[in-house]
């Protein structure tokens, strides 16, 4: 069964860090990563998607990288804003079917 | 394009009610559409994958009595909570899917908060 972690549960930082929120996975038979921000009390956007076959996605300030060897995903922020406050999802969609697998989330908190 | 439409968007009613929420998909048709449940400073889990024209899959440790699911058309799925308790309170979220295959991205909607009082 897939499992996914995120680290770490909840991040504060000032406004202009860089900063790094990691993702894990269990199993490496994916067929793509996907990066996702959910505001409090709404739906989900997404961010970034990696297929398998990808190293990295880049969207603006945003960078994702997959290591699907070790189970390992990335998503780098730059020059962070007080605007991206809010909690990163990642999730995995396996080979076998559609299903999203996510990990618990990333709460970012960016002070002005 | 990919809009994805979830109503109500918050619902507060008495223990043993039912509810139903509907999920469009206001741009393109849906082959797919899946729901998932969030509990606070949780993340989302599946609850079923329901398939147009045929009947919903659950997973494992989901009541398919409890939770009913209907995926009548190529735009609309409907999760009727029935019967629900203080428990079944959650933020419930549905997605949308072009066809089923894996290369296909989910696009969510805006949930829905169901608090059983």
Same mark, same amino acid.
């Given at each position: ?6 680290? *770490?549960?909840?991040?504060?930082? *000032? ?96 002070? *002005? | ?15 043993? +009610? ?13 082959? +797919? ?44 799925? +409907? ?39």
């Amino acid at each position: 069964k897939q499992e996914v972690t995120q680290i *770490p549960a909840a991040l504060s930082v *000032p406004e202009g860090e860089n900063l790094v929120l990691n993702c894990s996975f269990t199993d490496s038979a994916i067929y793509n990563l996907q990066w996702f921000r959910q505001d409090p009390g709404k739906g989900l956007t997404s961010l970034l998607l990696i297929q398998s076959s990808q190293r990295e996605q880049t969207s603006g300030r945003l960078n994702a990288s997959l290591d699907k060897s070790s189970g390992r995903s990335t998503l780098y922020i730059a020059a962070s804003q007080p605007g991206d406050s809010a909690t990163y999802l990642c999730a995995v969609k396996e080979t076998s079917g559609s299903r999203l697998t996510f990990g618990e989330g990333t709460q970012l908190t960016v002070n *002005p | 394009g990919a809009v994805v439409s979830q109503h109500p968007s918050w619902v507060i009613c008495k223990s043993g +009610t039912s509810v139903k929420i509907e999920c469009r998909s206001l741009d393109f048709q849906a082959t +797919t559409m899946f729901w998932y449940r969030q509990f606070p400073k949780q993340s989302l889990m599946l609850m079923a994958t329901s398939n147009e024209g045929s009947k919903a899959t659950y997973e494992q440790g989901v009541e398919k009595d409890k939770f009913l699911i209907n995926h009548a058309s190529l735009t609309l799925s +409907t999760l009727t909570v029935t019967s629900a308790h203080p428990e079944d309170s959650s933020f419930y979220i549905c997605s949308a899917q072009r066809g089923r295959l894996s290369n296909q991205p989910q696009h969510f909607g805006d949930g829905t908060r169901l608090s059983i009082l």
